[in-house]
């Protein structure tokens, strides 16, 4: 080729600048690869969160578990608080000290006098039938 050609082909070529022309299937495209990654993440989102409901259960569980260890260890430490409470020799000891009784003398008869009613209570215990008498027999 020669140089002077060469000069003459140039002025003939202008360039344009480029246009970035709109793909008529870049949505689809797009949609499509969007659709597939989701199809994709689903199941491993979902695994995930049926994974978190677990722990959150398994953490639920263990809760109770030490409320149960708890209670039953409050359960043992009442049972031995009623059985010192109410063995024979401290009430015995607390009759006699504290509150001054004293046992009675074989044969003794103690007689506590009634308590005294009020008006509403006499007419209740007037109204009820006597002790021994069934409902069908006259007083």
């Not at 499509?32 to 722990?55: G, K, N, S, Y």
């Not at 209670?71 to 063995?87: C, G, I, K, N, P």
Request: with cysteine; proline share 6%; charged share 25%.
């Amino acid at each position: 080729m020669n140089w002077d050609a060469s000069r003459r082909i140039r002025p003939r070529i202008h360039n344009i600048p480029l246009e970035k022309e709109r793909d008529p299937h870049c949505f689809r495209d797009v949609t499509l690869f969007l659709l597939i990654l989701l199809f994709l993440t689903a199941p491993m989102l979902l695994h995930v969160a049926w994974q978190a409901r677990c722990v959150k259960a398994r953490y639920s569980v263990e809760a109770l578990r030490r409320e149960k260890s708890s209670l039953d260890q409050q359960y043992l430490r009442l049972r031995v608080e009623r059985a010192t409470l109410e063995s024979l020799d401290r009430v015995a000891a607390k009759a006699g000290g504290e509150l001054g009784l004293l046992l009675p003398q074989a044969g003794a008869r103690i007689v506590v006098p009634p308590k005294e009613r009020s008006a509403g209570e006499a007419l209740v215990a007037s109204a009820e039938p006597a002790a021994g008498t069934t409902s069908g027999e006259a007083r």
